[in-house]
C-alpha cells in the first residue's frame, strides 16, 4: 500500500519562495509518474506539475518558469519547488502518485 506524506506549506509573501517534498512508502516513486495537484477553495483540484518516471516533466501554463518539480529516487521523495509565488497560487497542495492522494499541505501567499 503506498501512503504519500507531504510537507513544506506554510505562509508566504508574494514573490516569495516554498519548497514542498512528498515522501512515499510503501512503493518505489522512481518508476512511475507522480503529479503536484493543487485545490484552492471554490475551485476543482487542477494538476500543478508532474514527472514521469524517465524524468519528463510538465507544467500548468499559470506557474511555468516558477515551478521546478524534481525527483530524489534516493530518498523515495518528489519535490516541488515555488518561487515568485502569488496569492493565486493559494491552496491545498497534494501529491499523487498511482491513485494515492497524500493529506495535503496548506500553501498561503499573502499580498
Known amino acids: 500500500q503506498v501512503h504519500l506524506v507531504e510537507s513544506g506549506g506554510g505562509l508566504v509573501q508574494a514573490g516569495g519562495s516554498l519548497r514542498l517534498s512528498c515522501a512515499a512508502s510503501?512503493?518505489?516513486?522512481?518508476?512511475?509518474?507522480i503529479g503536484w495537484y493543487r485545490q484552492a477553495p471554490g475551485k476543482q483540484r487542477e494538476l500543478v506539475a508532474s514527472i514521469s518516471g524517465r524524468g519528463t516533466t510538465i507544467y500548468v501554463d499559470s506557474v511555468k518558469g516558477r515551478f521546478t518539480i524534481s525527483r530524489d529516487n534516493a530518498k523515495n521523495t518528489v519535490s516541488l519547488q515555488m518561487n515568485s509565488l502569488k496569492p493565486e497560487d493559494t491552496a491545498v497542495y497534494y501529491c499523487m502518485y498511482l491513485g494515492i492522494w497524500g493529506q495535503g499541505t496548506q500553501v498561503t501567499v499573502s499580498s
Open positions: 510503501g512503493s518505489t516513486l522512481s518508476v512511475n509518474a
